[in-house]
């Protein structure tokens, strides 16, 4: 019988994208066939994130679970990689002593080899590898396989800007870009598999600097529209950005690429030009305002989402009133928004810090409360209109209705006579409702596309 593969994933897209290509790996490597059970696995692998408050206690808490399942199976082998087991390197191991392995992102593709030793080992020693070996790992995974419409594809890895708050340059390093024909053989191999829509991403992806073969530097700008000459790719998205390095030619491509949706994540993380600075973003609020003003002037229809940080140390009422009038003033339709938590390690955790938590969060609740608001009166307005989404599948919380998502990224739920041909195309539904986080519709034609 094939070994069963269990991977729990803490944290952003990357993560996400990681653990894809880590049961791809061992699916190749070991046969190994990925369970939804974790008592029935061979192989646990948990991916953890260090972004969030607390992350090291709730990796350790999640390791302390697995613990009972080593005991009734010594042969369990537990794995453990992210940007915690970055930061923790062979400490991890030293608290969670059951643990046998411990990579880093960069890693991850030595995996299959870290298993055999850990296997081949009289004494079943630990293996813990958190090198940064650039992007050697990309030459070492298999090509990609996707079962559904949409597919995320790593076009580059780490960030250079050192924001004061932020880990990601201490646990998955400095910017570096994959080579441009790497990333189109990728595309390609998932087109070929019936994907429609490309998710493009990067720790700072529009800082994408990849070279071709002739040595020459292509950026984010020209890659989209060379993804959007692939036949069969109708969609393409990108996530997350910076705002120093939205060049005039990523802003041009949404007026001149049809296939480039109309949705754009850029995390500003204050409206406050003080807080800005203190968190070492490198731009002001004029400069995020400008940019989407000028693709939203390209693009009417274009919804915009954030990331806001309430909270951050010395961060005043003005302040936070900055925030709101930015909110207001771009009318965001989407946040990942928390409470400031110091990141070990960090500049900014060395800052003093005393506003008192329960005004934090009051800021946060009244920031979230004002998008939503926000959210819902640019869902009613697309009721009555007819929006082209991509069928992903069934609604998770109604199996009966079929769900997708529009251009601008509002996930529609919808019924039809003819449920499973649908799924993996375009159609064409017309919005009856609108809810907080979602739209209902009515098919308004019979093709898809």
Request: glycine share 6%; charged share 25%; hydrophobic share 35%.
């Amino acid at each position: 019988m094939a070994k069963k593969l269990f991977i729990k994933t803490h944290g952003c897209q990357m993560n996400e994208y990681d653990s894809a290509r880590m049961a791809d790996l061992l699916g190749e490597s070991h046969q190994m066939e990925v369970t939804s059970d974790e008592s029935e696995a061979d192989v646990i692998l948990l991916n953890t994130c260090s972004i969030r408050e607390k992350a090291q206690e709730k990796v350790f808490h999640q390791l302390g679970r697995w613990k009972k399942l080593k005991e009734k199976n010594p042969d369990l082998v537990i794995g453990v990689g992210g940007c915690v087991a970055s930061q923790e390197g062979d400490n991890l191991r030293k608290r969670a002593p059951h643990v046998d392995m411990v990579f880093g992102p960069q890693t991850l593709h030595r995996v299959p080899k870290m298993l055999d030793t850990r296997r081949d080992s009289l004494k079943q020693i630990s293996v813990v590898d958190v090198t940064f070996p650039e992007i050697e790992k990309f030459d070492n995974l298999p090509a990609p396989k996707s079962d559904g419409a949409s597919a995320f594809v790593s076009v580059m890895e780490g960030c250079s800007k050192y924001c004061t708050f932020c880990v990601v340059p201490y646990t998955r390093g400095e910017e570096v870009s994959r080579p441009f024909e790497k990333v189109m053989d990728e595309v390609i191999h998932l087109a070929d598999q019936g994907v429609r829509e490309i998710n493009l991403l990067g720790q700072n992806v529009n800082a994408y600097a990849g070279l071709n073969q002739l040595g020459e530097e292509i950026d984010l700008a020209e890659l989209i529209s060379c993804v959007a000459q692939v036949e069969g790719i109708d969609r393409i998205r990108f996530t997350t950005s910076h705002p120093l390095e939205f060049k005039d030619s990523l802003i041009e491509a949404f007026g001149e690429i049809p296939e480039l949706v109309s949705h754009l994540h850029l995390p500003v993380q204050s409206g406050s030009n003080r807080i800005l600075a203190a968190m070492k973003r490198g731009h002001e609020r004029d400069l995020y305002i400008d940019k989407l003003e000028r693709i939203r002037a390209l693009r009417p229809d274009i919804s915009f989402s954030s990331d806001f940080i309430v909270g951050f140390p010395g961060e005043t009422d003005q302040d936070f009133m900055d925030t709101m009038d930015l909110i207001g003033q771009i009318g965001f339709d989407h946040s990942f928004s928390f409470i400031y938590s110091a990141r070990p390690g960090t500049p900014a955790a060395n800052l003093e810090d005393d506003t008192p938590e329960e005004v934090k969060k009051e800021r946060l609740l009244i920031l979230q409360e004002r998008i939503n608001q926000q959210a819902m009166q640019i869902g009613r307005k697309m009721v009555g209109t007819t929006q082209r989404i991509l069928v992903s599948g069934f609604s998770p919380r109604d199996p009966g209705l079929l769900s997708g998502r529009t251009e601008n990224n509002r996930v529609v739920n919808f019924r039809a006579a003819n449920p499973t041909e649908l799924i993996g195309y375009l159609v064409d539904v017309e919005v009856t409702e609108a809810y907080p986080n979602s739209l209902r519709g009515e098919l308004s034609s019979p093709y898809r596309y």
